[in-house]
């Protein structure tokens, strides 16, 4: 299974990153990400140059794909040229959003009257699309999901490793990436979020 970790120039590192690193330790159970991107390096925010894994065009056969954020999220959507070169499927992919990822997920037509979450900065222009916007870090609908908050990250992974390999495999992640003597604590508040966000939406696919 393959994971389509979209990120664009002016990228934030910290969702890319995060998603992309927790994921990447179910190699061993077939579960892998890689950094897809519009052109062979991006830049993030801060300046940190990378070389993508994938293509863009990678997120048409991809089975899971995170829309990363960043500051030019409202310069992608804006981009017809480049929209056009995501054909996301969420009958037969997980598509996933992590902040002012929402707004791509907008533009592509994809959540309906799905609300979403985002971040602060991001909110206002994610509810200039007529998206409406939840106050949680986490919001799951059958094969959608979006995250709000950098470290709302974790939660968007959780949500793929759960829904890809089972809440265990979540569970083994979380734990071995936790600060020490918070183990439990944050094992159970991520798998709470997942949880609570699919049980309240319900899990029936879009």
Known sequence: MQVAVLTFDGFNELDSFIAAALINRCRKDGLEAFITTPTPVVTSMNGVEVTGQRPM??????DVVLVGSGVKAREVVADDRLISRLRL????Q???????GALV????????????????KSRPFVEAAGVTVLDTPFHAEGNIATAGGCLASQYLATWVITRTLGEDAARGVLDYVAPVGENQETVDRALRAVRTATATAGTTPR
């Open 94 to 100: 997980l598509v996933g959003a992590q902040c002012s």
């Open 57 to 62: 065009e990678f997120v048409t056969d991809a």
């Open 89 to 92: 499927d969420p009958s037969r």
């Open 105 to 120: 997920l907008a533009r592509l037509g994809l959540l309906d009257s799905m609300p979403v979450c985002t971040d602060r």
